[in-house]
């Protein structure tokens, strides 16, 4: 592996994290925990991932990645998150995320690159539709 394509790799789990943690807040950048379920903002969240980084097919997933606590994050309460997955998503989607994980997937540099500017162009778009700042990755 190229050093370029892990600084992009990086760029793109950074960009893409910061997405999720957008994503997943209301206008003011207040949410929830994926796994305690108590109150957090946008600005303190860390994005907790279910199946964990080194599955590569779940790695970019929308679905796989979560604002969450860091501290809850590093606690790493599974049974905690499985459940609050369940009653967002639904069993059968947890379910196929789970069985997806196992999958084999490689990214090439130009997919990297076109994940990289669809996540920049989108972080763009909810920075200006949050009413909190945010610095853009």
Known sequence: MSKEFKIKVELLHDVFSQHQRMMQTDDYGNGVCCYCGAPLHC????????NKRGHKATTWNEMNVNAGHKGCN???????YRERMIQKHGIAA????????NTTMKFTEPELTE???HYRKENRRLAKEKNFEINLK
Do not use: Q, R
């Not at 947890?94 to 994980?101: G, P, R």
């Open 115 to 117: 994940l990289i500017k």
């Open 94 to 101: 947890v379910d196929e995320l789970e069985m997806l994980k």
């Open 43 to 50: 600005l303190n969240a860390v994005a907790c991932h279910y």
């Open 74 to 80: 590093n606690k790493d309460d599974m049974i905690l």
